[in-house]
């Protein structure tokens, strides 16, 4: 079975070794304290700065989840309450747990800007030069949402003081490790606000990955694994590259070969389209017809999402999918139904 679901998603075939060899070496029975684990962080962070080009003062630090960036950011990085313009799933989402944390009582007082760059549930993306207005316009900190596009193409990283992701998307990893990277200025911020009561308290997250240590026992094989993938990827622009190529040439599919069938891209403006999620509408019984048809020909599309859960399908672009998978499911979809 090869698969173009949007999270979790395909790994990288050589992560099989990976695990095998952070098991071999022992390094994930390393206490997490230890010089050669502490070894094993500093790496993964250096590499991240270097191939995905983020900036030398932006810190890096790992968490277990987007999800729980979205907390981190809403208790230790907001002061009074945040702004979520959103146009999907996972930006209602995201907004939902936010004002958990910290209600939106008087939202002109609002300080942090929460933006998702890429929405997944609806292959949506917010684009550079939208971000660079929302920069422009805001004066408080902006967090953005790159879970699913991350590692896949290419950001100003200065348009935002907080960027977080989960690895099981364009980083072609198995769930449960994020990175959250931050600037200087979000620290300030978290050094202004103070909170320091939860494991997570992003003040004492930064305490301990400044020593490359953790609060708690980390994911290291996650972490291994993630440090291993970074090796073997190219720098960021050459994989922006094959991505923009690769979205580009899936939305013409879409257009041309695929006119007149009873699918259609749900995004109608090239504008904010995604780069790393294509997703297709049609009637609930076509969609419904063609993941089961694409299932018994070994290929997983994605489910729709949210409102789109039963008249869209969602095909994953990202790095770890290859050259012959794509090819495969093109023809699919090229010759069905037959
Ligand atoms: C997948 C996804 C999340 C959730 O990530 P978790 O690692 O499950 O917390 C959040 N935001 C977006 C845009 C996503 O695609």
């Given at each position: 079975?090869?698969?173009?679901?949007?999270?979790?998603?395909?790994?990288?075939?050589?992560?099989?070794?990976?695990?095998?060899?952070?098991?071999?070496?022992?390094?994930?029975?390393?206490?997490?304290?230890?010089?050669?684990?502490?070894?094993?962080?500093?790496?993964?962070?250096?590499?991240?700065?270097?191939?995905?080009?983020?900036?030398?003062?932006y810190?890096?630090?790992?968490?277990?989840?987007?999800?729980?960036?979205?907390?981190?950011v809403?208790?230790?990085?907001?002061?009074?309450?945040?702004?979520?313009?959103?146009?999907?799933?996972?930006?209602?989402?995201?907004?939902?747990?936010?004002?958990?944390?910290?209600?939106?009582?008087?939202?002109?007082?609002?300080?942090t800007l929460c933006i998702?760059q890429?929405?997944?549930?609806?292959?949506?993306?917010v684009?550079r030069?939208?971000l660079a207005?929302f920069r422009?316009?805001f004066?408080g900190l902006v967090a953005v949402d790159a879970?699913?596009?991350?590692?896949?193409?290419?950001f100003d990283w200065t348009l935002a003081d907080v960027w977080f992701?989960?690895?099981?998307?364009?980083?072609?990893?198995?769930?449960?490790?994020?990175?959250?990277v931050y600037s200087?200025d979000a620290?300030?911020?978290?050094?202004?606000?103070?909170?320091?009561?939860?494991?997570?308290?992003?003040?004492?997250?930064?305490?301990?990955?400044?020593?490359?240590?953790?609060?708690?026992?980390?994911?290291?094989?996650?972490?291994?694994?993630?440090?291993?993938?970074?090796?073997?990827?190219?720098?960021?622009?050459?994989?922006?590259?094959?991505?923009?190529?690769?979205?580009?040439?899936?939305?013409?599919?879409?257009?041309?070969?695929?006119?007149?069938?009873?699918?259609?891209?749900?995004?109608?403006?090239?504008?904010?389209?995604?780069?790393?999620?294509?997703?297709?509408?049609?009637?609930?019984?076509?969609?419904?017809?063609?993941?089961?048809?694409?299932?018994?020909?070994?290929?997983?599309?994605?489910?729709?999402?949210?409102?789109?859960?039963?008249?869209?399908?969602?095909?994953?672009?990202?790095?770890?999918?290859?050259?012959?998978?794509?090819?495969?499911?093109?023809?699919?979809?090229?010759?069905?139904?037959?």
């Open positions: 079975m090869i698969t173009f679901y949007p999270g979790p998603s395909k790994v990288y075939p050589q992560v099989a070794d990976y695990a095998a060899e952070a098991v071999r070496s022992g390094i994930v029975s390393l206490n997490h304290r230890s010089p050669g684990f502490m070894e094993v962080v500093k790496e993964a962070i250096h590499l991240l700065h270097e191939k995905l080009a983020i900036p030398a003062d810190h890096i630090a790992f968490v277990s989840s987007a999800t729980e960036c979205w907390e981190i809403a208790q230790s990085l907001t002061g009074e309450t945040s702004l979520h313009p959103y146009g999907g799933a996972f930006g209602k989402k995201w907004a939902e747990y936010a004002y958990r944390i910290k209600p939106p009582f008087n939202l002109s007082q609002a300080d998702v890429n929405e997944t549930s609806n292959g949506t993306q684009n030069e939208a207005q422009q316009d004066s879970v699913s596009s991350m590692a896949g193409v290419e992701a989960s690895v099981q998307k364009c980083f072609g990893l198995p769930a449960g490790l994020a990175m959250l200087p620290l300030k911020r978290a050094e202004a606000i103070g909170e320091n009561e939860h494991y997570n308290s992003l003040l004492f997250i930064h305490e301990n990955f400044s020593k490359y240590q953790t609060p708690y026992t980390p994911n290291g094989l996650g972490i291994y694994c993630l440090m291993r993938v970074l090796q073997q990827i190219p720098p960021i622009a050459r994989v922006a590259e094959v991505t923009r190529k690769r979205a580009a040439a899936w939305y013409a599919f879409f257009e041309q070969t695929m006119a007149g069938s009873p699918f259609n891209l749900l995004i109608s403006d090239p504008a904010v389209r995604s780069d790393t999620v294509i997703a297709v509408e049609g009637s609930e019984a076509d969609v419904k017809a063609m993941k089961t048809a694409a299932q018994q020909a070994g290929i997983l599309l994605g489910n729709g999402y949210g409102d789109w859960k039963n008249t869209t399908f969602r095909i994953a672009n990202f790095p770890a999918i290859t050259d012959e998978e794509i090819e495969q499911l093109t023809h699919f979809l090229r010759t069905y139904p037959t």
